[in-house]
């Protein structure tokens, strides 16, 4: 049995570059391999579903459009800077309820109000978080995430939302930028325009977010991620929308991001330790539950009222 598991997490992949395969179900056998299976391959691809994540979302910058990127951006101001806040103030607030302790209710908070895994990881540094902070924080994030690629567009249908207001809802309203653009793929090919720019304009967030923390605890030692592949993205539609002859080079480069992020998301399935998950206890995990629901109301509301 082991043996066809071991097997299957090489085959997986490649079935990924198909058109059947989709998002969800990508990370859905992620996560039964990782159940299932006890070999050790799954421990070696945190830093590449990292590379091959970012690598992604620049090739799929190919074939934006710099206009529908700059408005949806501006668009999205707003509802970034009202929403982080609300969210890291909600975080807090919940985390002092559920008596969670104080790294890992700020690791919970910064990974919801911005991007998940990658905000968690800008933050830990910051905070001097301790290993089993931080697995904690990732195991909530990680297990939202994986719901939220399933339940949101089934959500977004029910409650009949357009491809734009969808793309907007699930950029605010998930965690990490992969899943946003998975549940986003599902869709619809504009509300994946829409939610990966929101979100990745989202992410750049992490650098005042980490200096701020940084200034009120007074940390010498602290240190910030800054999430350069988004820097990248931008050369990647700049390039795409203005230097002539791309047209067809951009849209295979768009197919390669698309195909690459299904692959990322199987890894990401498989990175997710049901132990740690266990051990996080229940209050952590209502904490992460009970701020995702307020953030994903709130922002859904805006977005009805002011869009």
């Not at 859905?28 to 992604?56: C, H, M, N, P, V």
């Not at 994986?146 to 309203?173: R, S």
Request: glycine share 8%; charged share 10%; with cysteine.
């Amino acid at each position: 049995m082991q043996k066809i598991l071991s097997k299957l997490y090489y085959i997986i992949p490649i079935c990924c570059l198909f058109p059947f395969f989709s998002a969800p179900l990508a990370l859905l056998l992620g996560i039964l391999l990782a159940f299932f299976y006890k070999g050790d391959e799954t421990l070696k691809t945190g830093r590449l579903t990292k590379y091959l994540l970012q690598g992604s979302i620049v090739c799929m910058g190919f074939a934006m459009s710099v206009h529908d990127v700059v408005q949806t951006g501006r668009t999205g101001f707003m509802i970034t800077i009202v929403s982080v806040a609300v969210t890291m103030i909600s975080g807090i607030l919940l985390g002092r309820l559920f008596k969670v302790e104080k790294n890992t209710s700020m690791l919970i908070s910064g990974g919801t109000a911005i991007c998940g895994g990658s905000a968690i990881a800008a933050i830990a540094p910051v905070i001097d978080a301790k290993n089993n902070q931080i697995s904690f924080s990732l195991a909530v994030i990680f297990v939202l995430n994986a719901v939220a690629l399933f339940i949101f567009p089934a959500i977004g249908h029910l409650l009949n939302m357009d491809q734009t207001h969808f793309g907007y809802w699930a950029a605010i309203a998930i965690h990490d930028t992969s899943s946003v653009v998975g549940a986003c793929s599902a869709y619809g090919e504009q509300a994946l325009q829409v939610g990966t720019t929101v979100k990745l304009t989202r992410t750049l967030w992490i650098i005042p977010l980490a200096l701020c923390i940084a200034f009120f605890n007074k940390n010498n030692t602290s240190r910030i991620n800054i999430p350069w592949f988004i820097f990248l993205f931008v050369v990647a539609i700049l390039i795409g929308n203005y230097i002539p002859g791309m047209e067809e080079t951009n849209q295979h480069l768009s197919w390669l991001g698309k195909r690459g992020m299904m692959i990322s998301l199987f890894f990401i399935g498989t990175s997710i330790n049901i132990d740690e998950v266990k051990k996080t206890g229940v209050n952590t995990f209502m904490q992460g539950v009970l701020l995702w629901i307020i953030i994903a109301v709130l922002s859904y509301c805006w977005i009805q009222f002011f869009f």
